[in-house]
C-alpha cells in the first residue's frame, strides 16, 4: 500500500524559497503523477501542480511563474520549490498520488501535510 | 470553464440521506472525485470515477453524475461524516489541469 511522507521547513520569511520533499514507500514511484496541493487556514483546496518520474510538469497558471517540482527516482522522492513567498502563500501543503486517465482523475493517498507559515 | 461550485453549507439528521452537489462543465468530460476532510486531517478521497469506494470507504458513501453536475449522497448519514467534502476534476478546455470545488461543510444533526 503506497503511503507518503513528507518534510520541509514550516517557518520562512516573506521573499523566501519554500521548499518541501515527499518520499513513496509500498508501491511503483514510475506509474504515476504526483502532485502537490495546499490549503490556506480555513480555505479550500488549491491545485499546485503535478510531476511524473520523467519529470514531466503541470502547473497551476496562477503559481508557475514561482514553482518548480523535481524527481529523485533514486529515492522515489519528489519535491516542490515556491519562491518569492508572501504571507498569502501561508498554507498546509498536501502531496499526493495523481492518477489521471481521461475521463477519470483522483488523488490518493495524500501526505500528512506540512503548515507553512510566511512571517517576517 | 474551469471553475466547480459547491453549496458551502448542508446539514442532515442522523439517519437520513443527503447529497452534496458540484457543478461545473469540465464535469461534462471527466468524471468528479470526492474527498472527505475532517478538521485537523489531510482529505481522504471517498469517490471516484463512475461510482467508486477505495477500499474502507462504508457503502453509504455513493457517487452520481449527470451532464455538468455531480453529487455524492450519504445514505443514512453518521455523526462521523460530519466534515468538509469538496469535488475533483480537470478543466476540459484541453490543458486538463486540476480544479477544486469550494468545498461544502456537512453538518449532521
Known amino acids: 500500500q503506497v503511503q507518503l511522507q513528507q518534510w520541509g521547513a514550516g517557518l520562512l520569511k516573506p521573499s523566501e524559497t519554500l521548499s518541501l520533499t515527499c518520499a513513496v514507500s509500498g508501491g511503483s514511484f514510475s506509474d504515476s503523477y504526483w502532485t502537490w496541493i495546499r490549503q490556506p487556514p480555513g480555505k479550500g483546496l488549491e491545485w499546485i501542480g503535478e510531476?511524473?518520474?520523467?519529470?514531466?510538469?503541470n502547473y497551476n497558471p496562477s503559481l508557475k511563474s514561482r514553482v518548480t517540482m523535481s524527481v529523485d527516482t533514486s529515492k522515489s522522492q519528489f519535491s516542490l520549490k515556491v519562491t518569492s513567498l508572501t504571507a498569502a502563500d501561508t498554507a498546509v501543503y498536501y502531496c499526493a498520488r495523481d492518477y489521471h486517465k481521461y475521463p477519470y482523475t483522483w488523488f490518493a493517498p495524500w501526505g500528512q501535510g506540512t503548515l507553512v507559515t510566511v512571517s517576517s | 470553464s474551469s471553475e466547480l461550485t459547491q453549496d458551502p453549507v448542508v446539514s442532515v439528521a442522523v439517519g437520513q440521506t443527503v447529497s452534496i452537489t458540484c457543478q461545473g462543465d469540465?464535469?461534462?468530460?471527466?468524471?468528479a472525485s470526492w474527498y472527505q476532510q475532517k478538521p485537523g486531517q489531510a482529505p481522504v478521497l471517498v469517490i471516484y470515477g463512475k461510482d467508486n469506494r477505495p477500499s474502507g470507504i462504508p457503502d453509504r458513501f455513493s457517487g452520481s453524475s449527470s451532464g455538468n453536475r455531480a453529487s455524492l449522497t450519504i445514505t443514512g448519514a453518521q455523526a462521523e461524516d460530519e466534515a468538509d467534502y469538496y469535488c475533483?476534476?480537470?478543466?476540459?478546455?484541453?490543458?486538463?489541469?486540476?480544479?477544486f470545488g469550494g468545498g461544502t461543510k456537512l453538518t449532521v444533526l
Open positions: 510531476i511524473n518520474y520523467r519529470g514531466g510538469t
Open positions: 469540465s464535469l461534462r468530460s471527466y468524471y
Open positions: 475533483n476534476s480537470r478543466d476540459s478546455s484541453g490543458n486538463h489541469l486540476v480544479v
